[in-house]
Structures are given as structure tokens and as C-alpha cells.
């Protein structure tokens, strides 16, 4: 079985739903050009306004694509036989290099070989097959994005993830940047959710995606920590999971039946990533690999049968589980501040339509001068005033406004979650009447 994919090559939109997954089991498929529209759909799906006060005013979400425009995608492809190509491997990670790079393949071989095995040892599995990592060093076109030409061949057991790098040469790249690390992270996603397909071949059949995308989701988070070492803040750039919760809290009762293609992908895999996330906090990581093991001896891998797998894995029921999931609040007030204003106090530069904020009567140019009493000056005085109030909360603010001081009462609220609409299962073909005798 062989399979393919392009992803988003060095602007990978898969921080944690997996492409990969769905390049195994579903024909073959352009998924960097649907990652360019992930891009989209995650800037504008789900967060429209940023927790408590935002340190910069909102920007407003990508206009859409006219139907005339075409966005421009430079490929880049694994490595060929005719090319002058050098390799050099750690573990089950080969990497193909050009001259002059030879230091930069081998950090690259052992941070991607280090990742897959951190990964799957939490799960009690190993490595099967290879890695195969391009370094093509390419000058992206004015207008272009650098996509990649991903492909998983079961057969022979070989991922090929071809990296972008610049054609100026290595001294001009770091593979201790935000994006080598996001390309090692993807390259062995592709790696782990092979070997879980290899461990169970029934679930080319059964496509049970919300399991895979769930699982593979929650191995992420521990890849982004192995790349990120004592760097929380890095590890939280690589697997960013805000409102993940929010997501599971909305779509619990649609995530079992995920079987099929919608253009809610993204969101979907959010929420089963969180779902085992939720799971492995109340009945801790072991039960996640129970799961796992459950899964590769499992006989049948539809969702009946991998509810059951979890349900004794963790002793309980995971629908009712589900059913009482609650996402924590997110308080929130709703104006961008001025970054750059010395005070005293803080200048509002934008107010969030129907935040808090909004209702309270704040607007742009406003100084907060007080917030319940307390001076505030920099917005981590703000941000604790909010958090500290939660949800429901009552801020009295003392405001100056041109040349008044005034008082304004605001009540913490929420952001506002836009989620796509609930898709619909796709409906079966209509009998031929031709087929008839």
C-alpha cells in the first residue's frame, strides 16, 4: 500500500491534526494545497479575540481567495537517484544532503531519530521502517510558498519528507530554529502514525480517524517537548493548544463518528488530540498505552469496537466521559493595548466587538488609569487583575478620556468561538437505474 501527500512543506499547518494520517488510508491527494486553506481556516475558524486584555490590537482574518487567483506553490521534492546526493543516517532516519551540509544532516538525523523513538517509547512501540529527509537547498519565487512532496510507501516501509533550505548555503540556516524543529516534528509524525497503520493494517479499512488524529495529536505534545528540551515557551509554538478544550467541549458529540472528509478537519482533529489529552490527565499515561496495545491486537478497528478498547483501558465509560467534559472559561475583556505608550496607565488602541469591553462603554484612545482600585501600567497588571476575577467578574475601571477622567463597570466575559458548522456524513451514491435488470 502506498500512499501520498504534500504538505506545507516549511509553513506546516499540521501542528497537531495529522495530514499524515489521512494520506494513508484515502487516495492519493494534494494536501499542501489544503493545507494553504488550513491557514485560513485556523486564523479565522475559532478565535476571533485573544484571552484577557490583548497586547496588540486584532488583525483582521485573511481575505478569501478570488476565484481568478491562483496561489502560486514552488514543490520540493524528495531526492532522485540522478542527483549528486550524499547521505548519513542516525537510527531510522536517513538524511540526503548536498555539499557543504554534512554538519547540518547530522544534527537534523539524530533530532528526528531522538523524537521518533521519545515518541512511540511512550506508547511501548518502536520504529518501523525509514525516514528518508531531503535537505533541497531552493530559493523560493516572489509570491510562492515552498510546499513539499511528502509520500508514505507501506510497502517498503519509507517516509520521504523533502525540507526546504536556502540555496545561499547552510551557514545561513539553523537547525535550532522554530521551523527545523517544526519540519523534524512533522517528519516524525509521518514516522509514528506509520508504525501505529503497520501495528494494525485494519485500520486502512475501517478509517478511524478521530482515533489515529487523537492519538497522534497527544504524541506531538511529547515530540514538541523532546525538540523544545527546557524551552517552555518553544514547546508551546510547536504544539499550540489554546481553546483545544473549547473545541472538544463543542464537537463531543460529532468526534466518534469522524470517518469521512469534511471541511472541518482541523477542528475535528483538535478535539480528538484534546480528547486523549483529557483522558491520559484523569486516568494517567499508562491508560493511554493500554489503548494503544489494544488497538494493534484488536480484530476489528471500527468505532464500536475501539470504544470498548478505551472503555477498558480506562475503567469507565468514554462517551459519558465526554458527555461531562467541560472546557475551563478563558475571562476575557476585550481591547488591544498600545505596546508602545510609557503611561502612566495603559492606552487602548482597539475594543473587540461585543467583548465585555464593548458593552461597558470602553473606547480607542482611552487610558486605564485603575482597575478595581489598582494602578495599572503594563498589561501583566491587567492580565492578572482579569484572571484573577474570572469569568463573571465586575472590573471598575478609572478612565481618563481627553482632558475627564471617568468610571466604567465592566463585567469579564469570553471570547468568541466561531466553529464551522456541524458537517454532514457523506450520503451514498444513488443506485444506477441502468444497473438494474
Not at 500500500?1 to 506546516?12: I, L, V
Not at 542516525?90 to 523513538?117: H, L, P, R
Request: charged content about 25%.
Amino acid at each position: 500500500m502506498k500512499a501520498n501527500g504534500r504538505g506545507a512543506g516549511t509553513y506546516h499547518w499540521d501542528t497537531i491534526t495529522s495530514p499524515f494520517t489521512k494520506s494513508l488510508w484515502r487516495k492519493p491527494m494534494r494536501l499542501f494545497l489544503f493545507g494553504l486553506m488550513m491557514l485560513f481556516l485556523v486564523a479565522g475558524m475559532l478565535i476571533s479575540v485573544a484571552p484577557a486584555f490583548a497586547d496588540e490590537p486584532q488583525k483582521a482574518n485573511p481575505p478569501a481567495q478570488k476565484e481568478n487567483q491562483s496561489i502560486k506553490v514552488q514543490l520540493v521534492r524528495p531526492h532522485q537517484p540522478d542527483e549528486n546526493f550524499q547521505a548519513i543516517e542516525a537510527g531510522s532516519v536517513k538524511v540526503f544532503y548536498m555539499e557543504g551540509w554534512k554538519d547540518a544532516a547530522q544534527k537534523i538525523a539524530e533530532q528526528t531519530d531522538k523524537c521518533i523513538k521519545a515518541a512511540l517509547a511512550y506508547i511501548s512501540m518502536e520504529p518501523q521502517g525509514t525516514c528518508e529527509i531531503t535537505l533541497r537547498p531552493i530559493t523560493i519565487q516572489e509570491g510562492a510558498l515552498a510546499g513539499s512532496e511528502i509520500s508514505t510507501d507501506m510497502n517498503t516501509k519509507i517516509v520521504a519528507f523533502p525540507m526546504a533550505v536556502p540555496e545561499g548555503g547552510a551557514d545561513k540556516y539553523s537547525t535550532d530554529s522554530f521551523e527545523t524543529k517544526q519540519n523534524i516534528m512533522s517528519a516524525a509524525s509521518y514516522m509514528c502514525t506509520m508504525a501505529l497503520m503497520l501495528a494494525q493494517p485494519d485500520a486502512a479499512t475501517s478509517n478511524p480517524r478521530w482515533f489515529l488524529d487523537g492519538i497522534s495529536g497527544d504524541l506531538r505534545l511529547k515530540m514538541a517537548g523532546e525538540l523544545a528540551g527546557n524551552d517552555p515557551d518553544m514547546a508551546g509554538k510547536l504544539c499550540p493548544l489554546q481553546y483545544y478544550d473549547k473545541i472538544l467541549e463543542h464537537y463531543r458529540d460529532k468526534l466518534l463518528n469522524w470517518d469521512f472528509d469534511t471541511q472541518n478537519d482541523w477542528a475535528y482533529g483538535a478535539g480528538c488530540t484534546q480528547m486523549f489529552i483529557e483522558i491520559e490527565k484523569k486516568f494517567g499515561a499508562e491508560a493511554i498505552k493500554k489503548i494503544v496495545a489494544g488497538f494493534a491486537n484488536a480484530q476489528k478497528t471500527d468505532k464500536d469496537s475501539l470504544v470498548k478498547i478505551i472503555n477498558d483501558a480506562i475503567g469507565a465509560d468514554l462517551v459519558e466521559f465526554l458527555s461531562k467534559y467541560e472546557a475551563p472559561k478563558y475571562p476575557q475583556v476585550g481591547v488591544g493595548a498600545d505596546k508602545e505608550f510609557k503611561g502612566p496607565g495603559i492606552r487602548i488602541v482597539s475594543v473587540v466587538q461585543n467583548s465585555a469591553a464593548a458593552k461597558a462603554g470602553f473606547q480607542a484612545e482611552d487610558i486605564i488609569l485603575k482597575i478595581n482600585g489598582k494602578e495599572v501600567n503594563a498589561l501583566v497588571d491587567l492580565q492578572a487583575i482579569v484572571k484573577e476575577a474570572g469569568v463573571g467578574g465586575e472590573l471598575k475601571a478609572h478612565v481618563k478620556r481627553g482632558d475627564k477622567e471617568i468610571e466604567l463597570a465592566a463585567t469579564i466575559g469570553e471570547p468568541a468561538f466561531n466553529f464551522p458548522p456541524d458537517p454532514e456524513p457523506p450520503k451514498a451514491e444513488p443506485d444506477n437505474p441502468a444497473d438494474k435488470y
